[in-house]
Structures are given as C-alpha cells and as structure tokens.
C-alpha cells in the first residue's frame, strides 16, 4: 500500500492531480483545499496518501497532511458518506472545523458540502460525535493557559441555554458552541447563563479600538 508520495508536482485535473515521483507519475485525488494548499505544477510537494484497492481499480488520495488523512478514514466509515462526499466535507471544513461542528451538533455547517443533505449531516454527527477526537481551544487569558475540551465543556442546561441564546442573535451554532465552552472552562461549573452568554459574547465580538 503507498501510504506517501514527495516528488514534483506534473499537473492538476478537475478533482486530481499527478505527481512525478523519479519519472513515474501517480494520478490522485484530492479536496479542492488540498490542491489550493500545495501551490502551481513545478513545487516539490509531499501528500499523505489513502489507497483504496478496488477489483478494476487502485485509487491514492491525497491529503496536505495525516490529520486530514485521519479525518476521511473516519467519514467514510459512516453509512452514505462515500470518498467523493468525505473530500467535499474536508474541502469546506478543516479538521479543527470539523470537530467542533461534530460537537456542536452543527448540521449546517456539514450541509455546506456538496451532496450532504440535512439527513446525512444529522447522521455523521450521530455516528461521529463520540468517536472523533474531542475540539480543543486555549483560554484566552494568562490565567487560564489551560487547553479546553470544548464536547467536555458545554454540558449543563446553562451552557445549552448560553448557546441557544448566541445562536438566536445570529452566530453560527459552531461558533457559538465554542465561545460558551470557553466561558464555562473560565467561569466554571456554577456560571449562570447571563454570565456564560457575556462571555461569550467578548470573545465572538470583541470590543472596537478607537481610531
């Protein structure tokens, strides 16, 4: 199995592109963020590679590194979501983005990818929410250099109801998500919703500096 490919990159095509590893040219297929990421034809790039072995068929796909690698392993384990969808969640969403959508239960940050309909999106969270590594962010204070797991934050009806309350004054659900799980990290257990929707209202929209 190639589990890696560095060499020169030959050329790109809709949805691939080949690389010239000592004169042999490997056709793979990547996310359209990993084709933006890795430059013009020319560069000596290096992709972390999936191969799929099919009776008619090898596929490599190519990744700009081994977490997004880990990521599509991981998609295309749930029922529905094929390679094409899994490289279409991994093109809008990065693998940080795709944790704290998990998380968030966001079905709508999932549906941005093409063929990924409210029902699928509900069922990649339901099968992945638990199973893909936990979203982490920094307190953003010197006090608190800890790093927060966001999915161990936001339990509670306080942070639920934090997070309905961001949501309704426009944030999207992964954003907001994110912003009370920071605040209940800082403000611990015992936060009352005012106090966590403050807080993540500071962090969502910081105040404007003056000319």
Not at 29 to 35: E, P
Not at 102 to 117: F, P
Request: neutral net charge.
């Amino acid at each position: 199995m190639i589990a890696k490919l560095t060499g020169r990159l030959d050329s790109f095509g809709a949805d691939t592109l080949v690389v010239d590893v000592g004169g042999v040219g490997y056709l793979v297929t990547c996310s359209g963020r990993t084709r933006r990421e890795i430059g013009a034809p020319g560069r000596h790039i290096s992709l972390a590679i999936e191969t799929h072995v099919r009776e008619d068929r090898i596929q490599l796909f190519g990744f700009a590194n081994g977490m997004e690698r880990e990521w599509f392993r991981l998609l295309t384990t749930v029922p529905g979501v094929g390679a094409r969808v899994a490289l279409a969640l991994l093109d809008i969403l990065t693998p940080a983005q795709l944790a704290r959508a998990l998380a968030a239960q966001d079905r709508s940050a999932l549906t941005r990818a093409d063929g990924v309909g409210p029902k699928l999106a509900a069922r990649v969270i339901a099968e992945l929410r638990d199973r893909a590594p936990a979203p982490t962010v920094s307190a953003p204070s010197a006090t608190h250099p800890e790093t927060i797991d966001v999915r161990a934050r936001i339990s509670g009806p306080a942070s639920d109801d934090a997070v309905s309350a961001l949501v309704n004054l426009g944030y999207g659900r992964s954003e907001a998500h994110e912003a009370v799980a920071i605040a209940a990290g800082m403000l611990g257990p015992d936060a009352s919703v005012q106090a966590l929707i403050r807080s993540g209202l500071q962090r969502l929209a910081p105040s404007e500096t003056g000319p």
